[in-house]
Each structure stands twice: as structure tokens, then as C-alpha cells.
């Protein structure tokens, strides 16, 4: 795809978690023409799937689904620039990465993008815990977009300057503040997929109960 090549692969040091998990995209790409290669590289549709009323995941062999709530979408614009500047996947592991990376960098008033991110991050810390960690202490080092305007004056800025501007290519080192953090954030996302969890066993469970 032009203006994608593959990210770096394998481990990864504190100087390297700003390589992306498996695509990068040229920094002279603007975030508009990035994105769409990121919408097609996806499968999402050319508006991203903002349009659709039903969110639709998979967790293992089992089908979810979740109202594309306004809050959502309005979160997920800036979620999708943050996949195509930090290079995080969008398989579980890599949204569980990025998940983290917002939290520690703060999703702000956000509230969509707080409880989708809490439950993701949770995935991936059963999945990945040294990958959410990673991307946790990253997060806790540079900026995200929440706090801008969304407009065509962001969409036209290019990569590189998302980049620069949100100090992606620092490397992190974790401090022990940022360990305690992490460790009490941890605490949340668990609280918070079970919560989430028990909203869908719920429903069922009360079925069930009332046909028996």
C-alpha cells in the first residue's frame, strides 16, 4: 500500500516502543490520506464505519455487539489517528495497547473512550502484559489528540508532524510513580470488563432463568 511499510517485528527495547507493531506510515502522509489507507488496510469501510448503528467484535468464538453510540464515534475519530501516529494494531493485543496508551495520556472528558478503553485494556493484560505495560508508560510520556479540535485543519496535518507533535519518537523509561499508576489503572480495567461482562451475562441469565 503507498505511503505503508511494515513496522519492526519481535522485541522491543524503550528506545524502540515508538515502532509500530505492524505498519508504518510514511510521515509525509497527511493524517486524512493515512487514515484511509488505515480504513482500507482495516476493512472499515470508507467513513471508518462511523455511519453503523451496531459495533461488531469478536472475543475468541464469540460474537459481540454494541450500539455505535454518538459519544463513540465522536471518541473513535481520534482513536483511529492515534492507531495511524503510535502504529499499535487493531487485533486484541494491539487495541489493548493503544487502550493503555490513552488511559496513561488521559482520554479527558471523553467518557466513551474511559470505558471501552478500561475493558480493552483489561484483554490485553491477559493477552499481553508486558506489551499493555509498555504502551501504558508510553502514553504516560507524550500527548494525545483529545484535547483538539477535530477539523479538516487536523486531518491535513502530516504524520510526521502528528508525531512530533504528540513526542512519539521519545523513547520511555518507566518510573516507579509510573509502575504505581499503572498498577491501580490495572485494578479499574479488570472492575470495569467485569462489569461489563456481567451487563451481558445478565440478560441472558434472567432468560434463562424465566424459561426454566
Known amino acids: 500500500m503507498p505511503g505503508v511499510r511494515g513496522g519492526c517485528k519481535g522485541r522491543k527495547t524503550a528506545s524502540q516502543l515508538r515502532c509500530a507493531a505492524v505498519a508504518v506510515y510514511a510521515e509525509s502522509l497527511s493524517l486524512f490520506d493515512a487514515r484511509r489507507a488505515y480504513f482500507d488496510a482495516n476493512g472499515f469501510g470508507a467513513d471508518g464505519g462511523y455511519a453503523k448503528r451496531w459495533v461488531k467484535v469478536k472475543l475468541g468464538p464469540l460474537p459481540l455487539a454494541f450500539p455505535n453510540s454518538e459519544a463513540r464515534v465522536r471518541a473513535v475519530r481520534y482513536h483511529d489517528l492515534h492507531h495511524v501516529a503510535t502504529g499499535y494494531d487493531t487485533d486484541w493485543t494491539g487495541e489493548g495497547e493503544i487502550a493503555a496508551w490513552e488511559i496513561a495520556s488521559s482520554c479527558r472528558g471523553f467518557l466513551a473512550a474511559w470505558w471501552l478503553n478500561l475493558s480493552a485494556m483489561a484483554i490485553g493484560l491477559a493477552i499481553a502484559p508486558a506489551r499493555i505495560f509498555h504502551a501504558f508508560v508510553r502514553g504516560r510520556h507524550t500527548r494525545n489528540l483529545y484535547a483538539e479540535r477535530f477539523d479538516d485543519q487536523l486531518l491535513a ?55 426454566a
Do not use: E, Y
Open 157 to 211: 496535518t502530516s504524520v510526521g508532524a502528528l508525531r512530533k507533535r504528540l513526542d512519539l519518537a521519545s523513547a520511555a523509561f518507566a518510573t516507579t510513580s509510573d509502575r504505581a499508576v499503572f498498577a491501580g489503572w490495572c485494578v479499574a480495567a479488570v472492575a470495569a470488563f467485569c462489569v461489563q461482562a456481567a451487563l451481558l451475562v445478565a440478560p441472558v441469565a434472567l432468560l434463562l432463568a424465566w424459561l
